[in-house]
């Protein structure tokens, strides 16, 4: 470093550097020193690029495609996160008919019971079991025998006008 402060000195003009000896003798040594170092400093550094300015329409450009970033990852999250409970939903659903296709006869059974009670939970929850076993018959190929018995089902109890509606709603 000393030496390319020398010869950075000697290139410097002879009148500034009789000025700068004048104030080191008036007791301006330590203020002298400083300023030469620092303009030598500034003379042999690279230069550091300036940074870069933004305006206030990029700072509110980068925040709105931040947003619409952020927006699009949580729309993308929650597609994917319905996409699975919907595929959790469906598995469900497979594992209930398949249980259900195992013991035909007593879901009937079920239906009939839940019916005599007469009451309206009762009847959407029998409607709910017929709807599954109108897919497992669907699934099954078994249309005819399921119509058959839905049509007795119906005839038998044509006098419950809200279990009718219920039926009528279902779509069985």
């Known amino acids: 470093m000393w030496r390319g402060l020398t010869a950075w000195i000697t290139h410097l003009p002879d009148a500034e550097k009789n000025h700068l000896l004048a104030r080191v003798i008036q007791s301006e040594?330590?203020?002298?020193?400083?300023?030469?170092?620092?303009r030598f400093r500034s003379h042999t550094a690279p230069p550091h690029p300036a940074p870069v300015r933004r305006t206030v329409a990029d700072l509110l450009d980068d925040?709105?495609?931040?947003?619409?970033d952020r927006q699009r990852r949580l729309a993308a999250q929650r597609a994917d996160d319905e996409a699975r409970r919907e595929h959790a939903r469906i598995q469900a659903r497979e594992r209930r008919l398949n249980k259900l296709a195992d013991d035909q006869e007593a879901a009937w059974s079920r239906v009939e019971a839940m019916i005599a009670t007469r009451k309206p939970a009762e009847y959407d929850a029998a409607v709910t079991l017929l709807t599954d076993l109108q897919t497992l018959a669907e699934r099954d190929g078994h249309d005819d025998t399921f119509s058959l018995r839905t049509t007795a089902l119906r005839q038998t109890r044509a006098r419950k006008p809200s279990l009718i509606q219920r039926l009528n709603r279902a779509g069985i």
């Not at 040594?29 to 620092?38: Q, T, Y």
């Not at 925040?63 to 619409?68: E, N, Q, S, V």
């Open 29 to 38: 040594g330590a203020r002298v020193r400083m300023e030469l170092l620092r």
């Open 63 to 68: 925040a709105a495609r931040r947003r619409t």
